[in-house]
């Protein structure tokens, strides 16, 4: 497995694990059985810095966050959402740093997913 496919793995279960009980960050109402994807308030598309940052990404509908693409209400009702749910200085942070990018290099890729590893095993205890 590649590293880059062990990152997103390794985040992914993150998320799932903390967000499990949590309603859709995009719309509010609860996950339940639907498609569920991990949502990214600021798209990984703008921001490579932010693609793994662990307030940027929630558990939401499927269905939300492909709307969200194109419908601007739920794009407000995400920042929000985020917003109740990570604080003002996260949100603030997250949008002040939304446009900047990064390249990693291996060594920081595999000090993410160290970080990411040891963050897990605190989210299963």
Known sequence: MKIDESIRNVFNEIIQIRDKNNPCIICG?????NSINVCHYIKKSQSSLLKFKLSNAHLGHQWCNQKEE??????????LNVLER?????????NSIKRQTIKFGSSE????????????KNYKR
């Not at 990570?86 to 997250?94: F, I, K, R």
């Open 70 to 79: 194109y419908d601007e209400n739920f794009s407000s009702s995400h920042a």
């Open 86 to 94: 990570e604080g003002l200085n996260e949100y603030m942070l997250l």
């Open 109 to 120: 890729k595999k000090e993410l997913l160290s970080m990411l590893k040891i963050e897990l």
């Open 29 to 33: 109402y609860p996950l339940g059985n």
